[in-house]
Structure formats: C-alpha cells, structure tokens
C-alpha cells in the first residue's frame, strides 16, 4: 500500500522547512486523519461495489446494477478526491 501518511508528514515538513505558517484551515489534506486507512476503505468499498454490479449483472437486476454502479462513482470520486487533496498540498508546497 502507499505510504500516505508519509507523503502527508513529507509535505508538513516542506511547509515547516520553508517557514510557512501550517494552519490546517489552508491545507487540503485532513492531517488528523489516517490516510492509509480512508484510502484502504475506499479501496474496498469499490471492490465491494464492483463485486456487486458484476453479480447483479449476471442475475440481469438492472435496478441493483444502477445502485451498484453509483456506488462505484462514489468510490471512485472520493479517492480521486483524496489524492487531488495531496496534489493541491504538494503544490502549495512548491509555490512557497
């Protein structure tokens, strides 16, 4: 799995190096989360909901094969969210 955490304390330590004022309100990251965690659980909730339209496929149940694949979309924006959050702090990171 993807050191996150680590990516999150790497871009903490750019700021505090740079003397830039870390206040949690300007950053996109949430550095009292878990990152390793949330992206492990969305990872299974994706697989989760993958696994969901493929048997909701094969059983033609076009209703939970809708349900299933908003539940993909769910998944799929919360962890492009998250690693765009990363991105954003990165950033903020090189323009200081």
């Given at each position: ?69 908003i539940r993909l979309r769910l998944y799929v ?20």
């Open positions: 799995m993807i050191g996150l955490n680590n990516v999150r304390e790497v871009i903490r330590i750019l700021a505090e190096i740079a003397d830039s004022p870390f206040s949690e309100d300007e950053w996109s990251i949430d550095y009292a989360s878990d990152l390793n965690n949330l992206l492990h659980g969305d990872l299974a909730g994706l697989q989760n909901a993958a696994d969901l339209l493929s048997a909701s496929l094969k059983e033609r149940d076009l209703v939970t094969a809708v349900c299933a694949l924006m919360q962890i492009s969210n998250s690693f765009a959050n990363i991105g954003d702090d990165i950033e903020k990171n090189i323009i200081i």
